[in-house]
């Protein structure tokens, strides 16, 4: 039987033991609240991309949330995204459902598509509009005119991909040359400079379509595809933090707004472009959280 002192102390005990784990309780509860006003982005180095990105984390932040960007090669975004314990929420630039169909069949299952960040999404083989062929079945014939190179971008895109089907589709006598977005615009440029002929693996969304005269070249195979750039996410993002859900489900940008946005980065920055095109858009930004 114990005594009145002994009692006493359990009492003590048990009171300091209840105060530490409602401590403990409230602290994880206020750190859950917190987090769920903490929205991750995850994007590639593509120039469509980093505008979408760089908008959305302007306009959050402007409406409470705190955002963190990562930048990643678009098959480590998908696998990110899929893991249960994922430290990303949100990818603004899966191009649906071709282009990243391989991504899609391997991680799929496991993400959610919110929205449409761009409704007219294409890709293929692009040259300044001077060079006088039109179609991917010219090109071995003016092999010397390109020096037989196709100038892509990271070897982890669908567009590298699917250019690879068709120099096989087509037999073509070239090599695809791997950069990034940037050195592909980047040499792109400088062949327009000097009245060159150049081909590039190309799409649309892109900026450079705004600032030089291009065109497609012809793809009678139909090697490549029409898509969207749709907006994914994590499971359980949208219920975990429903306004920045409703925000992503409602964003979209017809070309000349994108191309506008792209213009703003070029000149500014991408952050302080973004900040000048959602000044410029509020209402209609805004608009996309109701």
Known sequence: ???????????????????????SNSGSKKS???????????YPNWAEGIAFTH??????????????LTNLEPGLIYGELSKDNSKGDVFMDAWLPNTHKDYWADYGDKLVKLGESFSGGTTGLVVPSYVTINSIEEMNANKDKFDGEIIGIGSGAGIHANTE???????????????????????LEKAIKNDEWIVVTGWKPHFKWAKNDLKY????????PKDVCAIISRRGFAEDMPKAGTFFKNFN????QLYDLMGKISDAG??????QYYDANKTMIDGWFN
């Open 1 to 23: 039987m114990l005594n009145v002192k002994k009692l006493g102390t359990l009492f003590v005990a048990a009171t300091l033991l209840f105060a530490i784990t409602s401590c």
């Open 55 to 68: 908008l959305a984390k302007v306009a959050l932040e402007a409406n409470g949330f705190e955002v963190e």
């Open 217 to 224: 070249l012809d793809d009678p195979k139909g090697v490549y």
């Open 32 to 42: 859950s609240d917190e987090q769920k006003k903490e929205v991750s982005i995850l």
């Open 253 to 256: 940008l017809e070309e000349a």
């Open 165 to 187: 089907k068709a120099i096989e589709a087509y037999g073509l006598d070239f090599e695809q040359i791997t950069s990034s977005g940037p050195a592909m615009v980047a040499s």
């Open 270 to 275: 991408e952050e302080a472009g973004a900040q």
